[in-house]
């Protein structure tokens, strides 16, 4: 046995006895192909992809923005709720952004940790952003450069969460032990940490459910998504072929799968998220959520692969150096084959890899750049 892996132990040489299965890594290079094998793995689409029943909730006006909450459902749960946000007084048709909440294991709240909407925030809500986003909800931010950007709950989070006493109740006895371990005891202790507990160990059961139902848990988030992205598109005062992503981590993750998924997204950008499926072995595998691991993938291609699908459509990717979920050597690795991605394509420009020190984040140095990148391909 050459590699030694903490959480395989003994069974260490699983990792090698697979690849004597396939002998080269699989490489899915850009284009209709991988687009098409892609939407095939994940496997979840409900007609033409747009939001049944929307209907607007309410209207505000606060800090030099417009904001409406619009819901809409998507064929099966509760009604999704959206935040859209614009500059005041906005006239003719302005670039779209779908911003895309983290995941974070926090699903009590979805569309308000990275937006702020007419109540005042939450001190969790403050404290997730001082931990992750410089204090800002980046997607007002964002909006306040001459976007149109829209913010709405994914499949499990806030609006779109699972009640409590549905979450099976010795997962819900597992989480009072996980609570006391893991990163949730940085925020003020109360309901939406005892829920945020239950509701990460519980996506274990969802993503069962979809293997059962011949789907993937990732192929629910990501046709959620392109609703989303479709509904943006369709609003007046958005100009469609004009429409970017953005997200942090799971939100990242999310970004990335919307992009090769989507033929409506015209430019993405990937915080903290962004590794070779190689580079995670092996302590960067318990971290993650099972969005990162649409089940049958890595027989097809890598992480990158799946991010690059869509090449020359431009891409950035900011890292960061100290990242406690990712290995520096599996973030150059990702750096390097997405570069070679692009350079497959004749369009080496149109991918940029940012490497930041510190650990998980998205501060406003790196949304600085962030948001000049998407003016500049979006214009």
């Known amino acids: 046995m050459s590699d030694e892996y903490e959480h395989l132990g003994i069974y260490s040489d699983l990792v090698s006895a697979a690849a004597a299965m396939r002998p080269e890594p699989p490489l899915a290079r850009p284009g209709k192909a991988t687009v098409k094998r892609i939407l095939e793995v994940m496997n979840f689409s409900i007609g033409e992809e747009m939001p049944q029943e929307p209907r607007l909730e309410r209207r505000w006006a606060k800090d030099g923005l417009q904001g409406e909450e619009i819901s809409w459902w998507v064929g099966y749960g509760p009604r999704t709720h959206a935040w859209l946000l ?6 003719g048709r302005l670039p779209g952004i779908v911003a895309l909440h983290d995941h974070g294991a926090f699903k009590f709240y979805g569309k308000e940790k990275i937006a702020a909407g007419p109540e005042e925030m939450p001190d969790i809500i403050k404290v997730h952003q001082h931990e992750y986003y410089g204090d800002r909800p980046y997607a007002n931010a964002l909006a306040r450069e001459g976007c149109v950007v829209l913010v709405a709950d994914a499949f499990l989070w806030s609006s779109r969460r699972i009640p409590l006493e549905t979450i ?11 609570r006391q371990w893991s990163f949730q ?26 293997a059962l139902l011949g789907t993937t848990f990732a192929g629910v988030v990501s046709y959620e998504d392109r609703v989303m992205a479709n509904y943006l598109a369709s609003r007046p005062e958005v100009d469609p072929q004009r429409i970017g992503c953005i997200g942090l981590s799971g939100g990242g993750c999310r970004s990335a799968m919307l992009g090769a998924t989507s033929d409506r997204i015209k ?19 318990v971290s993650h959520t099972w969005m990162f691991f649409p089940t049958g993938w890595p027989r097809y291609g890598d992480w990158t692969d799946m991010a690059a699908a869509r090449a020359p459509s431009p891409l950035l990717v900011q890292y960061n150096l100290q990242d406690e979920l990712f290995s520096e050597a599996g973030m150059r690795a990702a750096d390097k084959r997405l570069a070679e991605h692009y350079r497959s394509v004749d369009a080496p420009l149109n991918y940029r890899g940012e490497f930041y020190p510190g650990k998980h984040k998205f501060d406003l140095e790196m949304q600085a750049v962030a948001f000049q990148w998407l003016r500049e391909r979006l214009v």
């Open 86 to 91: 614009k500059p005041a007084g906005t006239t």
């Open 185 to 210: 005891t940085m925020y003020p202790q109360g309901k939406e940490v005892d829920y945020n507990a239950a509701a990460m160990l519980g996506e274990d059961v969802i993503e069962k459910y979809c």
């Open 267 to 285: 430019a993405r950008v990937v915080v903290g998220m962004m590794s070779t499926y190689a580079g995670l072995l092996d302590r960067n595998v």
């Open 168 to 178: 099976p109740e010795e997962t819900r006895q597992m989480a009072a032990t996980h």
